[in-house]
């Protein structure tokens, strides 16, 4: 099987280190799953966990140690030129529905614009996504 995770589930798995989030970070480790990532959600997910917000939540080792794991052990694809749509309301999102489609990857996210998309690749929960690896 093979997984997007969308950068609010990076950010749950630092914050939560026993929520689904975290299992699923846990689960990927272990050989569960393929992680799919691209440069644009490497970078997204670095500049999501440098947000001030998050400061004195996460030190800079913590932020750093998670966008190394998912930049050093997932499979790296490129990123794909995407016709802006697929996501009303949130285009900067328009790309995580196209690298789901292209690698025919579950896309793991707690966004609920993304969640409710009729007749798009599997979009999930972190939740059901646990759900299904432990099936």
């Not at 080792?61 to 930049?71: E, H, K, Y």
């Not at 292209?102 to 939740?127: N, Q």
């Amino acid at each position: 099987m093979r997984a997007i995770l969308d950068t609010n589930v990076y950010v749950s798995a630092a914050l939560t280190p026993g929520g689904p989030p975290a299992q699923i970070i846990r689960a990927w480790q272990q050989g569960q799953f393929e992680l799919i990532t691209s440069g644009e959600l490497l970078s997204e997910i670095g500049e999501t966990l440098a947000r001030k917000k998050f400061a004195h939540q996460l030190t800079a080792a913590d932020r750093q140690s998670m966008i190394n794991l998912a930049g050093r052990r997932a499979r790296l694809v490129p990123d794909l030129a995407v016709d802006h749509g697929d996501v009303p309301g949130d285009a900067d999102d328009d790309y995580l529905v196209a690298l789901a489609r292209e690698w025919h990857a579950a896309l793991v996210t707690g966004d609920h614009h993304l969640l409710s998309l009729p007749g798009m690749p599997a979009i999930i929960t972190p939740r059901r996504f646990l759900d299904l690896l432990e099936a």
